[in-house]
């Protein structure tokens, strides 16, 4: 018995599965002194009865974890045990003092047997008959003797001792012995001796009672060892667990202490365990969602930041595109000019300038401009703002038309506006490349000065190349710099010419992965070359786009076409 | 002085400026944001290492695209070994292209064109 209270775990593990089967459990417990009603113990935890939906509802364990309602569980196990090792005691003992009785009983009747025998023999003398006197008050000294009688041999009582007793047999053991015949006046005859059971009774009885009361005892060592047991090693650490989980509920990761005083058993062991992993598991991944949202909020700040530069930078967009020439400006003259402006980064260092301008002579003249500063974005289109600028002065201030001058003096401007003097090494070594052509309609004739760009002359020839001036206007100046010059070309009736950027042929791409080159270029717009001016422009734009294909592109990209308008 | 190794990215070359053993090496493209600031230290570097003196150095530039900041940090790299030349040293830049990138090959022209006291080679790639 005492195994069983000493080791609960296996009894009692299986306990709590059962309200789960029926409410019987739970109604069997009588309410006691500082129960919560049982209906609340297990069985109310949340798992099965409100679905899955509400299993980790805020709160839903917070009544469970107080603990009390555990209570029920080893109440529950002493009502269900009890009973049964109480009847179980009181049945042995009582078979034990069953036997007892009987073996009292039969010890009894030995010793009577034997008294009347020892009696019946110490009558047995000549004339017994009329002296049996003493012998028959002898046996009145015992106290359980309760009745004596003395017979002959014809059975008629010659002498008593006591009352005979009435009442049940059951309390009295009845005996009796011959006595046998003499030689001479010893006649035969029989001692029947009644003894009272009433002491073995009184006996038994208080042997039950003894049997009661140990077995109360020992109901109450097991109540209590058992409720011990299962406090120390179950309901401790179900409460540890159930606080745990309300405080996982919150998001509050603790884990379950598996070691000290109160340990837990075995199976519940195995359970908290299964339950720290799970919060280890929970706690990372609750950490990989908190980076997730941080990672979420970096990003919608990089956005928004992004969207701010992008905002800013469409701004800039259309005052760049204010400072270039208009629609009516490029088609209101007498050249057929279209234009591919694409920076790299929606604003950017490429500019063009298409005007027509008082020559001086009878005719106008048409100046066209295109400039690469170094640099793109927001640094290259600053550095147009200064050539739209220095080139106005130019234009119109200093009245210079010959292209070679021109360059010059966006080159002096240039120069002096980012203070690259001699010996200022600090500064700026910025500067553009530029290609400016002049026609004259009147003369049939066009003027061309290039520093670092060239002018690219589609005819029925196929395509040629004027190459300008090998270094840029602005930067340091290094002493190798080539003089300016400028050549004069006949206008032509077949001819178109094309001002542009090295964007438009450094386009990385293609099956070898290289630059496209002057003579991809050329040979792009020799397929188109009998095709309206715009429409060329936009065959050369596609086909660029084809021959980058995955590859991004890497510079701004500028092309000024034109021809005289046809007659 | 100290050599120089820089792994190329999408936008920049792959650096190796070894000087002790008088080889420097620029491959790949080059268009940095910033090309000054990319090509300044190079400068600074190769300056200094030009001033220590020392014997014979190769320059191996194999750049399939470099913007124009890029050309002029090139030619700002150049004038300091053409003037080292001037001084005697034996100098050597070789200009790589891919066979039929007219593009490089025109703009390593344009760069021979400065030199006339190191040697400038120009080293076709055929393609692999």
Not at chain 1, 96 to 108: H, M, P
Request: proline share 5%.
């Amino acid at each position: 018995m005492s195994g069983e209270t000493l080791s609960p775990p296996p009894d009692v593990a299986p306990a709590p599965v059962q309200p789960r089967r029926s409410g019987s459990l739970r109604g069997a417990g009588p309410m006691r002194r500082g129960d919560a009603p049982a209906g609340l113990g297990f069985a109310e935890v949340p798992t099965t009865q409100d679905g899955g939906a509400d299993t980790m509802r805020p709160g839903a364990l917070r009544g469970a974890a107080r603990g009390r309602n555990l209570d029920g569980l080893a109440h529950t196990l002493f009502l269900r045990l009890a009973p049964v090792i109480a009847v179980l005691v009181l049945l042995t003992q009582v078979v034990i003092a069953w036997v007892n009785y009987g073996d009292q009983i039969r010890l009894s009747g030995e010793r009577a047997q034997m008294m009347a025998d020892m009696t019946a023999r110490a009558l047995a003398q000549p004339g017994w008959t009329t002296s049996f006197g003493p012998q028959l008050q002898a046996l009145g000294l015992d106290p359980s003797v309760r009745f004596a009688t003395l017979r002959d041999a014809s059975g008629t009582v010659i002498g008593r001792l006591g009352e005979e007793p009435r009442g049940r047999s059951l309390e009295r053991i009845q005996v009796s012995s011959e006595i046998e015949a003499g030689p001479e006046a010893q006649p035969a005859g029989s001692l029947t001796l009644v003894l009272s059971a009433e002491g073995l009774r009184a006996h038994a009885e208080k042997q039950f009672v003894m049997v009661l009361g140990a077995s109360a005892v020992l109901i109450l060592a097991f109540a209590l060892s058992l409720r011990l047991a299962v406090a120390r090693h179950v309901l401790a650490p179900l409460t540890r667990l159930l606080t745990a989980m309300g405080r996982v509920e919150r998001k509050d990761w603790v884990t379950v202490d598996l070691a000290g005083s109160r340990r837990p058993s075995r199976e519940i062991a195995e359970i908290s365990a299964a339950f720290n992993r799970m919060v280890e598991g929970l706690r990372s991944g609750d950490e990989a969602r908190h980076l997730l949202a941080e990672l979420e909020r970096t990003h919608a700040r990089l956005a928004e930041a992004n969207g701010l530069v992008m905002e800013s930078l469409g701004y800039a967009r259309r005052i760049q595109q204010a400072v270039l020439p208009g629609q009516a400006a490029l088609e209101g003259g007498p050249l057929d000019v279209a234009v591919l402006w694409e920076p790299l980064h929606v604003v950017g260092g490429d500019y063009f300038w298409v005007e027509e301008i008082d020559g001086g002579g009878t005719a106008g003249l048409s100046v066209l401009v295109v400039a690469d500063c170094t640099g793109h974005g927001v640094p290259g289109a600053f550095l147009t703002l200064i050539v739209a600028t220095a080139l106005d002065r130019i234009l119109h201030d200093q009245g210079l038309r010959r292209p070679d001058a021109i360059l010059a003096a966006l080159d002096g401007v240039v120069r002096a506006r980012l203070r690259q003097h001699a010996g200022n090494s600090d500064l700026s070594d910025d500067g553009l490349d530029c290609g400016i052509c002049v026609v004259d309609r009147a003369a049939g004739t066009l003027d061309f000065a290039g520093a670092g760009l060239a002018l690219t002359v589609l005819s029925g020839d196929g395509v040629a190349r004027i190459k300008g001036r090998r270094h840029g206007l602005g930067y340091r100046l290094t002493g190798r710099e080539e003089t300016l010059s400028a050549v004069t070309v006949p206008l032509g009736d077949d001819r178109t010419f094309f001002l542009m950027t090295d964007g438009i042929s450094d386009q990385m791409g293609g099956t070898s992965r290289r630059l496209l080159g002057h003579r991809g270029v050329a040979e792009i717009l020799e397929r188109h070359a009998n095709q309206p001016l715009a429409e060329q422009v936009a065959a050369l734009d596609a086909a660029l786009a084809a021959h980058r294909g995955a590859e991004a592109r890497r510079d701004d990209m500028t092309l000024v076409a034109f021809r005289p308008k046809g007659d | 002085m100290d050599r120089i190794q820089i792994p190329a990215t999408s936008r920049s070359p792959l650096v190796d400026f070894d000087f002790a053993a008088g080889h420097l090496i620029l491959r790949g493209e080059s268009y940095p944001e910033d090309a000054a600031a990319f090509y300044g230290p190079l400068l600074h570097a190769l300056r200094g290492c030009l001033e220590e003196g020392g014997g014979a150095l190769t320059f191996d530039v194999a750049l399939s695209y470099f913007n124009s900041s890029s050309a002029k940090a090139l030619m700002n790299l150049f004038m300091p070994l053409e003037d080292a030349a001037e001084e005697g040293r034996a100098v050597t830049i070789r200009w790589h292209y891919a066979e039929g990138d007219d593009t490089i090959a025109e703009a390593g022209e344009d760069f021979a064109a400065d030199f006339s006291h190191a040697r400038f080679e120009m080293v076709q790639e055929t393609a692999a």
